[in-house]
C-alpha cells in the first residue's frame, strides 16, 4: 500500500511540530510539506496533490477556508482542521471536512480524527482505481480523453480576491491602473480589482518588464505595441497589443525613452 501525502498548515510553529510528531508514529502517512501560512498551503498542495491535509483555520492574510477555495475540487485532500476556536466547527462540516480537532486535543482524538480519514481515502482510492480502469479499457477501444496539466511558475503575482487566491503569470500582465482606492490588474479579457496603491503594487512586480509610465499606469513592456510622442515632446500615446491605448505623463518620460532604445 502506498503511504498516504499528508500537508501540515498552521502559522504556531509548536502546533505545526506536534502534529509533525503524531503524525510520525504512524508508517503509513509520509508529510510532504510543513507549512506556516496559507500561500505555503495552496503551493504545496498544488506542487505534491496531498490525500490529507492538517489545517489551521485563523491565520494572518488567508485563513484556512480561503485556502480551500482557492483549490480546484479535483486536488481537494480529506482535510481535519486543527483549530483554537469552535465557533467554525458548522461551516467546517459544510465544506466537508473529515474532522475539526479543537486545540488542546488529546493524542486519541487525533489519532482516531486520522483513522476516519484513512478510511474515507481508502474508499476514495478505489473509487479512483475504477474509474482508471475505464479509461483504460476505453484506450484499448480507440476512445481517450484530453488531459489538461496546468503548469506552474514562480514568476507570477499572487492576487486575492474574493475568498479565492489565484496566481497570476507576470508575463499574461498587459497592464495596471489606478482605481480610486484600489488597483485593476488587466489580464486578456478580465481584470481583478484590488484594495492597494499603484507604488505599493510596483514594489512587488519586476521592472523590467514592468514599467511605471503615468501616476495611474504601469504597462508590460512584453505587451506593447507602439510609442508616438506628442507634440510637446515629453509626453507619449502607448499603445499595447491588445489594443488599449494610454498615454504617458512628463514625470515618467526618461522611462519612456529607455523603452524606446530597447
Not at 113 to 135: D, M, Y
Not at 207 to 220: A, T
Amino acid at each position: 500500500m502506498e503511504k498516504i501525502k499528508a500537508v501540515i498548515v498552521d502559522d504556531e510553529l509548536e502546533a505545526r511540530e506536534g502534529v509533525a510528531w503524531l503524525l510520525a508514529k504512524d508508517q503509513q502517512v509520509d508529510i510532504v510539506a510543513v507549512c506556516a501560512n496559507g500561500i505555503e498551503a495552496i503551493q504545496a498542495i498544488r506542487e505534491y496533490h496531498p490525500e490529507l491535509l492538517f489545517l489551521d483555520i485563523q491565520m494572518p492574510q488567508i485563513n484556512g477556508f480561503e485556502v480551500l477555495n482557492s483549490i480546484s475540487a479535483e486536488y481537494l485532500p480529506a482535510v481535519i482542521f486543527t483549530t483554537a476556536y469552535d465557533e467554525y466547527t458548522l461551516k467546517a462540516f459544510e465544506v466537508h471536512a473529515v474532522d475539526y480537532l479543537l486545540k488542546p486535543f488529546t493524542d486519541e482524538r487525533f489519532y482516531a480524527a486520522l483513522s476516519h480519514a484513512k478510511q474515507i481515502i481508502e474508499r476514495k482510492n478505489t473509487s479512483n482505481q475504477q474509474v482508471a480502469g475505464f479509461i483504460q479499457s476505453q484506450l484499448k477501444t480507440g476512445q481517450s480523453n484530453q488531459i489538461v496539466s496546468e503548469s506552474s511558475t514562480s514568476e507570477r503575482l499572487t492576487v486575492k480576491v474574493d475568498g479565492k487566491v489565484y496566481f497570476v503569470p507576470f508575463q499574461e500582465i498587459s497592464w495596471i491602473e489606478a482605481y480610486d482606492y484600489y488597483v485593476k490588474i488587466h489580464v486578456a479579457d478580465r481584470f481583478y480589482l484590488l484594495r492597494d496603491s499603484l507604488k505599493r503594487m510596483e514594489t512587488r512586480l519586476p521592472s523590467p518588464p514592468f514599467v511605471r509610465v503615468h501616476k495611474s499606469s504601469i504597462i508590460n513592456q512584453r505587451h506593447l505595441q507602439e510609442i508616438a510622442p506628442q507634440q510637446n515632446g515629453n509626453e507619449y500615446h502607448i499603445t499595447l497589443m491588445n489594443g488599449q491605448q494610454l498615454n504617458s505623463s512628463r514625470s515618467y518620460r526618461d522611462q519612456i525613452k529607455t523603452l524606446m532604445n530597447n
